[in-house]
C-alpha cells in the first residue's frame, strides 16, 4: 500500500510539475508525510522524483545552460543544503507530530513567493542579495525538498529566456540531488536503500505524468493551469497544517 500511494502522488506530482514547471517537492512532500513516510524519506523520494524528471531535460538544454549563474548557485547550494537536512533531522528528533505542519507551512510560503514573482520588477541584484536567495533555496530544499520557490523569485531578476529558465533550475537540481540523498542515507535513521529503490521503481510513473503535464501545459491555457496547481497547493498546505 505505501507504494502504491507514493506512486500515485509522484504520478500526480509530475503531471503538475510537467505542465507549470514546478511543485513536484510541494506537493509530494506533505501528501508522503501524510500517507506515512518519515520527513527524511518524503524529502529523498521527492528530490529522486526531480533527479529523475529533470535529467533528460537538463541534457536537452545543455546548449542553454547559463554555467556563470549555475556555478555560484550550486556552490552556495552545496554548503547550505546541508544545513537544511540538519534541520529536518532534528524536526524528526525532537518532536515526530510538528512535521506536517512543518511542511504545509513551507508550501503556502512557497505558493506566496510564487505569487509574488511575477510582479517583481527585472534588475541587477547586488552579489550578497543573489547568494542570500541560493542560501534559502537550499536551506529549504534539504529541509523540505522546497527549494524552487526562491530561484523562481531570484529569476524575475534575470532576462533569461525560457529555456534557460528550465536549464537553470534543473542544472542546480540535478547538481544537488546526489549530495542530498547521500547525506540522508548517512544520517537520517528512517531513510534506507529501499526508498532510492522505491523511486528507482516508480521511474516509470514519473515519465509517463511529467509527459501527460507537458502536453496539458502545451494544450491547456497557462494561466488556468497555474491557477489550478495553486489552488490544490494550497488545499494541501492547509490539509497538513490542520
Known amino acids: 500500500m505505501p507504494l502504491i500511494l507514493a506512486g500515485l502522488i509522484l504520478l500526480f506530482g509530475s503531471v503538475v510539475q ?3 514547471g514546478f511543485a513536484l517537492g ?3 512532500v506533505p501528501l508522503l508525510v501524510d500517507a506515512g513516510y518519515s520527513l527524511s ?3 529523498a523520494l521527492s528530490t529522486l522524483a526531480i533527479g529523475i524528471q529533470v535529467m533528460a531535460g537538463a541534457w536537452q538544454l545543455r546548449d542553454h545552460i547559463p554555467w556563470s549563474e549555475v556555478k555560484l548557485a550550486a556552490l552556495v547550494r552545496y554548503v547550505t543544503v546541508p544545513v537544511g537536512i540538519a534541520l ?3 524536526v524528526e528528533d525532537v518532536n515526530g507530530a510538528d512535521v506536517k505542519p ?3 507551512i513551507g508550501v503556502l510560503i512557497g505558493v506566496a513567493v510564487r505569487l509574488a514573482a511575477p510582479q517583481q520588477l527585472k534588475r541587477n541584484l547586488p552579489l550578497p542579495l543573489s547568494v542570500a536567495a541560493f542560501a534559502v533555496s ?3 530544499q534539504g529541509l523540505v525538498a522546497m527549494g524552487g520557490p526562491p530561484l523562481v523569485l531570484w529569476m524575475t531578476t534575470r532576462d533569461f529566456r525560457a529555456r534557460q ?3 537553470f533550475t534543473m542544472t542546480l537540481f540535478l547538481l544537488n540531488a546526489p549530495v542530498q540523498v547521500l547525506l540522508l542515507l548517512f544520517f537520517s535513521r528512517t531513510m534506507s536503500v529501499d526508498v532510492v529503490a522505491t523511486a528507482l521503481l516508480l521511474s516509470p510513473l514519473i515519465y509517463l505524468g511529467t509527459t501527460i503535464g507537458v502536453r496539458a501545459g502545451n494544450r491547456i491555457n497557462k494561466l488556468l493551469l497555474n491557477r489550478l496547481a495553486l489552488a490544490v497547493l494550497i488545499v494541501i498546505a492547509f490539509n497538513a497544517i490542520f
Open 102 to 104: 512543518l511542511v504545509g
Open 138 to 140: 537550499g536551506v529549504l
Open 18 to 20: 510537467g505542465a507549470i
Open 41 to 43: 524519506q518524503a524529502v
Open 88 to 90: 529536518l533531522l532534528l
Open 26 to 28: 510541494m506537493i509530494a
Open 165 to 167: 529558465a528550465r536549464a
